[in-house]
């Protein structure tokens, strides 16, 4: 069944109350670490905008960046509210009812105020952190950025304050009549797989597979 | 690059004008068919939600459903104007500049007014069409709804009306000075990936792994 974990505040409560809120962090920061993307929700005159990214988690702070350019961040500069969510599918649920079909996932939210970071050192934190977001160990293997590219690289932090997770790792769920019934029931994982490196045209054949590429490969 | 494409509205309009509107539309439903979850974003006492779900595209509407206690059906039973994305995650692009890293993706947003599906045909197309969108058929395989099921079930639609995708298909892109530099750029896919089936305890063995779940299987 379904879990609600969530530091409690007007707008994190759930229905049922949270009993475990370490183990509720510990989740949030465990999907936010193992998501390749999130979804950033903000309001802009009254309407809601959904937006993938590309994030970081550092300690208790969520970074993201993007164009400059966008409505996202244009309406983020004035520090604006933002959800960020990040949702893990674990397994499919298919259950002998149509109605009890469901999924394993572990899903975390976090509220906040967003803001731009402007301090240089903070900036290059959040940089590495992204860089290494997805492929750990990247930033050391990459070339760094320049000061142009650091000064056209507009950062956002969403401090990691208010939260919930909800975690389904349960299993088929039927109505107690339908377990008779001759009809295959069961979970089907899912996960993310990495799929074999194309290296980049031209690029010289002396030069191997990374460190960083290998692990992610390694681990998905 | 990454390519706008949207059906132009003060909501949708992006930087570039879209030139393949036809096109723009086939890819918001390709990206809503193929996409496990979606991501709904709506409006609550100003702050923003994002709240992953189950969703299924039945021409041009989406439709969705969950717990009628939730916070965000409880905000659509009044019509409330929501935003689901839906995103794709194709490779992941390393480039040989950090600044460069990026991946290919493919998202898909609809912007409408949520309503309650109370008709009751249109209920059964949606309860169909949810139960196969991650397994095409298997409807016909279950035990379809009872009377109170389906009137347990709170099923939301949206219309497909304002609508914009954005695509990156694209490869490394770095700075001209860049190439040459002894660092691995490539693109690196990714994808979901089923795993084997786990039977539900107690299922009888000569229930055989059905035609939708196999075929999840082979194309996952």
């Avoid at 950033?40 to 993007?66: E, Q």
């Avoid at 994982?189 to 799929?195: R, Y």
């Amino acid at each position: 069944m379904p879990n609600n974990h969530t530091a409690s505040t007007p707008r994190t409560e759930v229905k049922r109350i949270p009993d475990r809120a370490r183990y509720d962090r510990d989740v949030v920061n465990a999907v936010f670490d193992e998501a390749l993307i999130c979804h950033v929700g903000f309001v802009v005159n009254d309407s809601p905008f959904v937006i993938p990214t590309i994030h970081a988690r550092v300690g208790d702070v969520l970074y993201f960046h993007g164009s400059p350019a966008s409505r996202m961040l244009r309406s983020m500069k004035k520090g604006a509210e933002v959800t960020v969510t990040a949702t893990l599918v674990d397994a499919i649920i298919a259950a002998r009812s149509a109605f009890h079909h469901s999924m394993r996932y572990r899903a975390a939210m976090v509220f906040g105020q967003a803001r731009v970071v402007e301090d240089s050192e903070e900036r290059l934190i959040a940089l590495e952190a992204i860089t290494n977001a997805v492929l750990p160990g990247r930033w050391s293997e990459a070339r760094l950025p320049t000061r142009k590219e650091d000064k056209g690289a507009l950062l956002i932090a969403v401090p990691i304050e208010e939260y919930s997770a909800k975690v389904n790792d349960g299993n088929v769920g039927d109505e107690p009549e339908d377990y008779d019934l001759p009809i295959w029931a069961g979970v089907i994982p899912v996960s993310i797989t990495a799929g074999t490196p194309i290296p980049d045209d031209g690029l010289a054949e002396a030069i191997e597979i990374p460190e960083s590429v290998q692990r992610f490969i390694g681990t998905h």
